[in-house]
T-cell receptor, first 112, second 113 residues
Framework: KQEVTQIPAALSVPEGENLVLNCSFT??????LQWFRQDPGKGLTSLLLIQSSQREQTSGRLNASLDKSSGRSTLYIAASQPGDSATYLC???????????FGRGTQLTVWP | EAGVAQSPRYKIIEKRQSVAFWCNPISGHATLYWYQQILGQGPKLLIQFQNNGVVDDSQLPKDRFSAERLKGVDSTLKIQPAKLEDSAVYLC???????????FGPGTRLLVL
């Protein structure tokens, strides 16, 4: 069974810092990996999706990398802002029809 | 484009009572998902529909949970009878197809007393 772990569980940083969130998974036979953002009381918003054949994806100040062989992904957030405060979730899909396996998330707080 | 709609947003019931949640996916999305998210954990898939057929319900507690997707559009998730451990946020998501990005609704927060 696929296990997804996210480190750290919580992170508090001042505005302007560059930061890295980590995600690891136990079964490297994945179809794709997604990073989501979850705001309190709201659903999940997809940030980046990386196919298993890709090494990274970028969107604005966000960059996600994937090392499938080592079972790791990182989400890099440049020049963090208070509006980035949320819980960030990593999820892997094991096959074309497979379910998403989620980590517990990293709760990020960016203070002014 | 309208997003995924869910109702109610909040529900408080006593254990052994019944409850139902409703989801309206994005128009044209063939795949619909129900997730359970317990506080402090990531979402766990309960059931996945492709149009009105079930693709994966291996993690659905079928003795108390049931779900249907009539006409391949709206879906309802029911719990009967509820237990204390069912307290969670129930998220509905949809995607164009099962390989595409999933779009999530705001969720229904259930508290079982």
């Amino acid at each position: 069974k696929q296990e997804v772990t996210q480190i750290p569980a919580a992170l508090s940083v001042p505005e302007g810092e560059n930061l890295v969130l980590n995600c690891s998974f136990t079964d490297s036979a994945i179809y794709n990996l997604q990073w989501f953002r979850q705001d309190p009381g709201k659903g999940l918003t997809s940030l980046l999706l990386i196919q298993s054949s890709q090494r990274e994806q970028t969107s604005g100040r966000l960059n996600a990398s994937l090392d499938k062989s080592s079972g790791r992904s990182t989400l890099y957030i440049a020049a963090s802002q208070p509006g980035d405060s949320a819980t960030y979730l990593c999820a892997v899909r094991g096959s074309t029809l497979g379910r998403l396996y989620f980590g517990r998330g990293t709760q990020l707080t960016v203070w002014p | 484009e309208a997003g995924v709609a869910q109702s109610p947003r909040y529900k408080i019931i006593e254990k052994r009572q019944s409850v139902a949640f409703w989801c309206n996916p994005i128009s044209g999305h063939a795949t619909l998902y129900w997730y359970q998210q317990i506080l402090g954990q990531g979402p766990k898939l309960l059931i996945q529909f492709q149009n009105n057929g079930v693709v994966d319900d291996s993690q659905l507690p079928k003795d108390r949970f049931s779900a249907e997707r009539l006409k391949g559009v709206d879906s309802t998730l029911k719990i009967q009878p509820a237990k204390l451990e069912d307290s969670a946020v129930y998220l509905c998501a949809s995607s164009l197809d099962n390989q595409e990005t999933q779009y999530f609704g705001p969720g229904t927060r259930l508290l079982v007393l």
